[in-house]
């Protein structure tokens, strides 16, 4: 009996090493084919300048539960309710007759779809450009990208359900706050703390700067925006809860002291985490938004006006081809290429801010400190701001792309990602009228 399973098995063999061979020789093709290469492409552009108006709202994130905890790879939880609850947040600014939208989600990420979305239903509503932001929360809600790689390390199983919850708050929140459009005056003002935050992988450590915008109505802040950087990854990983993290505890203790609706907005997180610590699980999460807090209490504002500048400018860049070789080992390199190849679109956007003094570069991934200050000598920005308009991964600078060190071994694409982003960010900030 013994004899004749041997048998069987020698006779299958052949048979399994075809089927292997051939799923190896199948996954190895290259399906990606050629990536066109092209100068970037100007999307939009509205500029303004005069007296400023602005308008905010928050509105409730509702996931469609019971949903997938997004952030990490599996195994995931499961939730079936919030634990503080998710918001979207949104502030219109008007000037000389131009109005433009910022809405932050309380999400890992956003992608083409949802920013496409929120940004048809915006201009049709009357506003005439959005940006679309994530925090970068490691703890909120998932399903909501349908890209196979995304779907496996880190959203889960897509859902149009959890889209469009997404896209809704979204909009909801920018209808709202265009609709309370006030006279308001903006001041500015920056603290630094370097003990909050560290490298995580090499390269220039952040600083812990927070930058803060204040929107002020005649009677209290109409909303603030606080730019800063450090990874949202303080929540327990296994909690059975989605949860905004400590983006989320800020922005409430903020409006709760009466500092209007305010939208954290991160800088270049790429290589930045988390160094508080002081408690434990979710009491030091809430220790670190109230250090936040305390620190933004800090900045000295400075008002800036009467008259305000007000544009943004977006810019198409053509993607490189994906890069595998830092993820996977090299004999499935390019079975790698292909499974990032299907998940990656071929174009980006990135986009130039202008707030009165600020001129800021969005990027849609996750720049390090060190791809922050390449964007900045290019184009003469105040600051770089990530998650925004889409997400292509992790952005290194070439240098440490060819040592494959510091979040290169997180990068979906090879060493030439931040030339490309960065030509876009020329073109764009060139058209935005950034005056350094």
Sequence with gaps: MASLRRASWRSLFPLVLLTVGAAYSLGSWNWCGTWEQRAPVLLSHVKAEGALR????KVAL????????AGYSPPRPDASQSDPPLHARAVVLESGGTRVGLVSLELLFVTDAVTARVRERALAAGLQDVLVLATHTHSSLGGYDDRLV???VGTGRYREDSLEAVAAAASAALQQAGATLTDVTLELGEAKEPSFVYTRSGGTAPDGTLTRAVLRGAKAPVAELLF?????AMVPRQRAYVDPDYPGRLSSLREAEGSGVTLLLQGAVGNASVAFSEGQGLERV??????????????????VGPSVRLSLARAEVAMPRPDASRLVPSFTRAAGDNMLCGSSARVAEVAALVLGPLELVTVPGEPTVDAGAELVRRTGASGVLGLVGGYVGYVETPELVGQGSGESRRQYFGPVLLERLGEAAELAASTAGFTR
């Design 286 to 303: 809430s220790a670190f938004a109230r250090a936040l807090s305390d620190l933004a209490s800090k900045a000295p504002l400075a008002p």
């Design 150 to 152: 995304s779907q496996l």
């Design 54 to 57: 602005a308008g905010a709202a």
């Design 228 to 232: 800063f950087a450090a990874h949202p």
């Design 62 to 69: 509702v996931p469609p539960f019971p949903v997938v905890v």
